[in-house]
């Protein structure tokens, strides 16, 4: 069975612009979730979808924004990427909002 | 708040046991996981606890205790491998996962 899969694996941009992350989650799972993880902190949660939904959202700005397609694979946009957005994109899948969570390898942003 | 407090850094050796610790605020408390993250690389899960106790699998156990908000991961007979963060996730009523900022681990020969 295959796992969750992020793309791309790095992405470098420069400050104003816009970045895409993608995921893909287990067969099966339809909860996604993303999470930053900037150098030295820990996981901070950004977005949870469900059935296509947004069911929570962490302390993020509205510039941080996202999707679920039909087929459960998500989108991670960030608008007006600042400095600070630089950090590891983690994307999780579960079965639903209960079960665990399981990780894709994550896309490295870099804002210059 | 909703805060997750484990140790930044623990050392040990080969061989040896070593336990990390996790505290969290029990309001709305609905599940606690361990993962492991090696560096440069995404979490792997290693263990869900709900209900007081100890879990075991393996050379890794999971315990908890509700009512005092208290949770640790024992690892035994450390090897070099296991040398990576330890994350502590707690989930709350709403079903966002709140993770700590992790135990970074060094295991030495």
């Known amino acids: 069975e295959a796992g969750v899969t992020q793309s791309p694996t790095h992405l470098i941009k420069t400050r104003g612009q816009q970045a895409t992350l993608r995921c893909s989650p287990i067969s099966g799972h339809t909860s996604v979730y993303w999470y930053q993880q900037a150098l030295g902190l820990g996981l901070q949660f950004l977005l949870w979808y469900d059935e296509g939904e947004e069911r929570n959202r962490g302390n993020f700005p509205p510039r941080f924004s996202g999707r679920q397609f039909p087929n459960y694979s998500s989108e991670l946009n960030v608008n007006a990427l600042e400095l600070e957005d630089s950090a590891l994109y983690l994307c999780?899948?579960?079965?639903?909002?209960?079960?665990?969570?399981?990780f894709g390898p994550g896309t490295r942003l870099l804002v210059l | 708040g909703q805060n997750i407090d484990q140790p930044t850094e623990m050392t040990a050796t080969e061989g040896a046991i070593v336990q990390i610790n996790c505290t969290y605020q029990t309001s709305g408390f609905n599940g606690l996981f361990w993962y492991q993250q090696h560096a440069a690389e995404a979490p792997t899960f290693l263990s869900y606890n709900v209900l007081d106790g100890l879990e075991e699998k393996g050379r890794f156990s999971s315990f908890l205790s509700r009512s005092k908000g208290y949770s640790y991961l024992l690892l035994k007979e450390l090897q070099m491998k296991d040398s990576a963060s330890y994350l502590c996730?707690?989930?709350?009523?709403?079903?966002?996962?709140?993770f700590g900022t992790g135990t970074r681990l060094q295991v030495f020969p």
């Open positions: 996730a707690v989930r709350f009523n709403t079903d966002k996962l709140i």
């Open positions: 999780a899948s579960s079965r639903d909002g209960q079960e665990t969570q399981y």
